[in-house]
């Protein structure tokens, strides 16, 4: 496993915010490293590199000041990032959001759902394990960030941040039951699809 370090303003691993795209895809050859997902993604400019992005998926670390990244619980990394800079988040509660940038370290941070242990205090989603048993396992994989990026400050590298409801704040009603069809409906949806008549009646 490679350890990249995350150099806020600067760049991320081997890559530098500005080189040219022909330097950054020349370097991506000379080091024979993949294709994303499972390596380095790179976003360009006015064909400069602006954006610099890993996938935990790559199996690789992602690591800022001794911090793990990928294999941090996703709020001790925001514990510990928040006491240096602010942030701006895409969630109404700031302990379930999915996307956390950080805008003065130029430092982003996604994850494709959230989990927090408080969830284990929400009754929605206790109701929720009580129907699927596997669904704590299931929600936990997102306890960890999936993707980390570094870019430059200029906005159009930001994608404007909207803000979601957090997780099991509304309850879940499963739909009513429906009628059964009527004759009259049997009938039409026979003709409509091309049905043979339902055996009804018949001996």
Same mark, same amino acid.
């Given at each position: 496993m490679e350890r990249y370090e995350v150099r806020p303003g600067e760049g991320f691993g081997p890559f530098r915010l500005g080189m040219t795209e022909g330097e950054a895809e020349d370097l991506r050859k000379t080091l024979d490293l993949r294709e994303p997902p499972e390596s380095f993604y790179l976003e360009y400019l006015d064909h400069k590199l602006a954006r610099i992005g890993l996938d935990a998926f790559s199996g690789e670390a992602a690591v800022y000041r001794e911090?793990? @990244?990928?294999?941090?619980? !996703? +709020? +001790?990394?925001?514990?510990? @990032?928040? =006491?240096? +800079?602010?942030?701006l988040c895409d969630c109404a509660d700031p302990e379930l959001a999915s996307t956390y940038r950080f805008p003065a370290l130029g430092l =982003? @941070?996604?994850? +494709?759902?959230?989990?927090? /242990?408080? *969830?284990l205090e929400n009754p929605c989603f206790m109701e929720e394990l009580g129907h699927? /048993? =596997?669904l704590l396992a299931e929600e936990q994989r997102f306890w960890y960030f999936n993707q980390v990026w570094v870019q430059t400050d200029d906005p159009? !590298?930001?994608?404007?941040?909207?803000t979601w409801p957090a997780p099991y704040t509304r309850e @879940?009603?499963?739909?009513?039951?429906?009628?059964?069809?009527?004759?009259?409906?049997?009938?039409? *949806?026979?003709r409509k699809y091309g049905l043979e008549p339902p055996n009804i009646g018949r001996e």
């Amino acid at each position: 496993m490679e350890r990249y370090e995350v150099r806020p303003g600067e760049g991320f691993g081997p890559f530098r915010l500005g080189m040219t795209e022909g330097e950054a895809e020349d370097l991506r050859k000379t080091l024979d490293l993949r294709e994303p997902p499972e390596s380095f993604y790179l976003e360009y400019l006015d064909h400069k590199l602006a954006r610099i992005g890993l996938d935990a998926f790559s199996g690789e670390a992602a690591v800022y000041r001794e911090l793990d @990244l990928f294999h941090t619980h !996703a +709020e +001790e990394i925001i514990g510990a @990032l928040a =006491e240096q +800079e602010t942030f701006l988040c895409d969630c109404a509660d700031p302990e379930l959001a999915s996307t956390y940038r950080f805008p003065a370290l130029g430092l =982003e @941070l996604w994850r +494709e759902w959230a989990y927090h /242990p408080k *969830l284990l205090e929400n009754p929605c989603f206790m109701e929720e394990l009580g129907h699927d /048993p =596997e669904l704590l396992a299931e929600e936990q994989r997102f306890w960890y960030f999936n993707q980390v990026w570094v870019q430059t400050d200029d906005p159009r !590298a930001n994608f404007p941040l909207e803000t979601w409801p957090a997780p099991y704040t509304r309850e @879940l009603h499963s739909a009513p039951p429906s009628p059964p069809p009527t004759p009259e409906q049997l009938a039409y *949806l026979t003709r409509k699809y091309g049905l043979e008549p339902p055996n009804i009646g018949r001996e």
